[in-house]
């Protein structure tokens, strides 16, 4: 997987979002069933009933803007326009396989986001590198340079991260994923569903949105029902890349409309 250079004039408008997590002490723990405690009890608590003025903010917050961006305008809609194909690379065959099933689930609840895996760096414009914790500073120099990396390093000491690089109409053409393979369960789930979200476009956190992943202080481990209504907005054909803030709200409340009868049907929601 070739390195991001900031300098370089391909990656001028290239784009990377951050994600610090930390490990409780029984959140790795599988139940006898493959079940993780942790996933299954955030689920049984989860809000699920929003109303459009909640759904709209966390879309405006997380569609526009960047946590950290090298370079490039961070005012207009970032998306991939047609397929998405994801390549793993790593050793690892369980991890590769949970990957697998994070990106079949978001293929699935994502109504007009064609999404899949592939077996060839080649064919893939998502490349997600799976690393050792000790060897993730190692990657993010050969990605980044030694300067960017010792200031993600002592900025956010992530666990996961991912970052993108468009064109000159906002299109997402290639993203790079990096996520451990060594620090539990949990939190390779929780950065897999959170780094893959972000890659294809949501790239800015905040902390005003209590019920996003995309906050750094919400951990999830699976696609939670609110950001389930990001996604589809921003990969709804009325939403276009490009589009300033101004036009995406000219058009939001037609696609909200689809989008909430979209999330109700896939996720069996009652009213």
């Known amino acids: 997987m070739s390195a991001l250079?900031?300098?370089?004039?391909?990656?001028?408008?290239?784009?990377?979002?951050f994600a610090a997590l930390t490990c409780a002490p029984d959140i790795a723990t599988i139940a006898a069933a493959g079940e993780l405690p942790a996933v299954s009890s955030r689920q049984r608590t989860e809000k699920k009933s929003f109303t459009d003025g909640e759904i709209v903010d966390g879309f405006l917050k997380t569609a526009f803007g960047a946590e950290y961006h090298l370079a490039g305008r961070v005012d207009r809609i970032r998306k991939f326009d047609g397929p998405v194909?994801?390549?793993?690379?790593?050793?690892r065959a369980d991890r590769k396989a949970q990957l697998a099933k994070v990106v079949a689930d978001i293929g699935k609840r994502v109504q007009h986001l064609d999404i899949a895996m592939t077996d060839?760096?080649?064919?893939?414009?998502?490349?997600?590198?799976?690393?050792?914790?000790?060897d993730l500073y190692r990657t993010l120099t050969s990605f980044y340079g030694a300067e960017k990396a010792r200031e993600i390093r002592s900025s956010l000491d992530p666990q996961c991260l991912s970052g993108f690089r468009k064109n000159?109409?906002?299109?997402?053409?290639h993203s790079d994923v990096i996520l451990t393979v060594d620090n539990g369960d949990f939190v390779f789930l929780d950065c897999a569903y959170e780094e893959l979200l972000q890659s294809l476009g949501p790239i800015n956190d905040t902390t005003s949105v209590p019920w996003t992943m995309f906050n750094?202080?919400?951990?999830?481990?699976?696609?939670?029902i609110y950001d389930q209504y990001i996604l589809n907005l921003l990969y709804d054909p009325r939403i276009r890349a490009g589009m300033t803030v101004a036009e995406v709200k000219a058009v939001l409340p037609a696609?909200?409309?689809d989008v909430r009868a979209w999330v109700k049907r896939v996720n069996d929601l009652k009213e």
């Open 216 to 224: 750094d202080n919400v951990s999830m481990g699976y696609f939670d």
């Open 85 to 91: 194909r994801v390549y793993a690379e790593s050793e």
């Open 5 to 17: 250079n900031p300098s370089s004039a391909a990656l001028r408008s290239a784009l990377l979002a």
């Open 255 to 257: 696609v909200l409309a």
């Open 120 to 134: 060839t760096n080649e064919a893939a414009n998502v490349r997600v590198k799976l690393v050792r914790d000790r």
């Open 168 to 173: 000159d109409n906002f299109e997402i053409e």
